[in-house]
Antibody, heavy 118, light 113 residues
Framework: ELQLLESGGGLVQPGGSLRLSCAAS????????MSWVRQAPGKGLEWVSS????????FYADSVKGRFTISRDNSKNTLYLQMNSLTAEDSAIYYC???????????WGQGTLVTVSS | DIVMTQSPDSLAVSLGERATINCKSS????????????LAWYQQKARQPPKLLIY???SRESGVPDRFSGSGSGTDFTLTIRSLQAEDVAVYYC?????????FGGGTKVEIK
């Protein structure tokens, strides 16, 4: 079983940046494509970004394309999400999960809260 | 982009009764090369991350009670809870993992009547 632990959330001003991390343990991290999914307060789930197991292929939602960058360090079993030019609409709980292209998300972290506010 | 539309938005069912949730995709999520539907169902309880219930539209994840079942193919899918239990109160989401963006439905809130 893959265990996932997100970190890096917090309060940031509009226009600011934040980097989220997701530390994986339990099974070979390199076996999985990985994703970020977010949930604004009281709202539904929104897929944000995915990355292939090797890191060679990435996918983004239109709402974050050009502002967010997904990456992974397989030597550190860690997934990242660099978030730039943040707006209030980016405020949400950000979940790390396995899955993405052609792969379901069986393992989820507990989430990290990002609040964009002045 | 594939748009996922769930219905109803909310559902109140008596304990022991059946709950049925529908999910329609704007394009087929059936991959012809392996005849699999790239459609998953998740359960999210209050203040918890989502939990995978069903994948390939009808395969139950390990440990999920058999009262949960998924059906459908192509663009029309259904999640059925055969005999609703109190612990099934949650929001249920469908998601297609066929093509990017890997979109979720808007969610269906299931409550006890």
């Amino acid at each position: 079983e893959l265990q996932l632990l997100e970190s890096g959330g917090g309060l940031v001003q509009p226009g600011g940046s934040l980097r989220l991390s997701c530390a994986a343990s339990g099974v070979p991290f390199t076996a999985y494509a990985m994703s970020w999914v977010r949930q604004a307060p009281g709202k539904g789930l929104e897929w944000v970004s995915s990355i292939s197991d090797s890191g060679g292929t990435t996918f983004y939602a239109d709402s974050v394309k050009g502002r967010f960058t997904i990456s992974r360090d397989n030597s550190k079993n860690t997934l990242y999400l660099q978030m730039n030019s943040l707006t209030a609409e980016d405020s949400a709980i950000y979940y790390c999960a396995n899955g993405g292209a052609k792969a379901r998300s069986a393992f989820w972290g507990q989430g990290t809260l990002v609040t964009v506010s002045s | 982009d594939i748009v996922m539309t769930q219905s109803p938005d909310s559902l109140a069912v008596s304990l022991g009764e059946r709950a049925t949730i529908n999910c329609k995709s704007s394009q087929s999520v059936l991959y012809s090369s392996n005849n699999r539907n790239y459609l998953a169902w998740y359960q999210q309880k209050a203040r918890q991350p989502p939990k995978l219930l069903i994948y390939w539209a009808s395969s139950r994840e390990s440990g999920v009670p058999d009262r949960f079942s998924g059906s459908g193919s192509g663009t029309d899918f259904t999640l059925t809870i055969r005999s609703l239990q109190a612990e099934d109160v949650a929001v249920y989401y469908c998601q297609q993992y066929y093509s990017s963006p890997f979109t979720f439905g808007g969610g269906t809130k299931v409550e006890i009547k």
